[in-house]
């Protein structure tokens, strides 16, 4: 097991790709806590992982809250006594935390500016700064945010989602420059399109449409997003940091004939 006896904080845990990675490092040996802004998710994923034999634990996080990441870090450390993982996943441009619809720039409010990069972007830094003196002390941690390739390519109707994503790569290269002398990498990931309930249950029409731009010719599966978390967090990436790993089955290279 690539994890054995690792404490990994899955923020956004409670959700399809939270809980695909929180299920994937928990058979690599790790004990997830499953941080999510529903307590009735969180659980949920917790008690799934164990039920299949492994320790989990579910706590409930408003990740734009600084005094809530706070107390989401003391419960994993009461709970198994260090950590050693943190992947940010919690996030969205759309659905429960984001009240306002997508919309051209031009024709959208202050409000949905300030949610979007409230969740997306300072979400992730409060998550980081909660946890990132206990790596420090430790001299020893892994930290992967999820990005998007809106935050690569921009999105229309999506500016401020792409700021906030370009952000997190932003993010994780300073802070990976930052602690990098403390045995701590700090690396994002940017999927593409992802085949959430929430996607599938969109216009077919639209999804065909997606599928055209992709080079791959399908969405990305949950795991396979897990799968590059698993990779990012496990000794094999040990000389990696600082990296953006685009996974979006070629959506960002860009016209098909070109």
């Known amino acids: 097991m690539r994890l054995k006896n ?6 956004g845990g409670g959700g399809t790709i ?3 990675i929180a299920g994937l490092l928990a058979t690599e040996g790790a004990k997830p806590v499953i941080a999510d802004i529903s307590q009735g998710a969180a659980q949920k994923v917790a008690d799934e992982i164990s039920a299949s034999g492994h320790k989990a634990l579910a706590v409930a996080v408003d ?34 935390s984001i ?4 919309d051209f720039f031009a024709q959208s409010d202050r409000d949905r500016g300030r949610e979007i990069v409230n969740l997306n972007l ?12 206990h790596m420090i002390e ?3 941690g892994k930290i992967v945010s999820i990005s998007s390739t809106s935050g690569v390519i921009g999105m229309m109707k999506g500016v401020e989602y792409s700021a906030a994503k370009a952000g997190i790569i932003g993010f994780t290269k300073a ?28 216009a077919p029409e639209r999804i065909e449409q997606w599928k055209k731009g992709i080079k791959l010719g399908r969405l990305a599966r949950p795991g396979e997003i897990a799968s590059v ?13 600082g990296e953006n790993i685009i996974a979006d089955g070629g959506l960002s290279l860009g016209p098909a004939d070109y």
């Open 138 to 140: 430790r001299r020893t």
């Open 122 to 133: 300072l979400g992730a830094l409060n998550c980081t700064r909660a946890v990132i003196n």
């Open 175 to 202: 802070l990976a420059k930052e602690v990098a002398p403390y045995g701590i990498n700090v690396n994002c990931i940017s999927p593409g399109i992802v085949g959430t309930p929430r996607v599938l249950a969109m």
């Open 99 to 102: 009240k306002t619809k997508l």
């Open 63 to 96: 990740v734009t809250d600084n005094n809530q990441t706070g107390e989401m870090v003391k419960a994993a450390i009461i709970k198994f006594g260090q950590i050693d993982i943190l992947v940010n996943v919690a996030g969205g441009s759309t659905g429960p």
């Open 229 to 241: 978390v698993l990779f990012l967090v496990s000794d094999e990436s040990s000389y990696i940091t």
């Open 6 to 11: 690792k404490v990994a904080i899955v923020t």
């Open 18 to 20: 939270g809980r695909a």
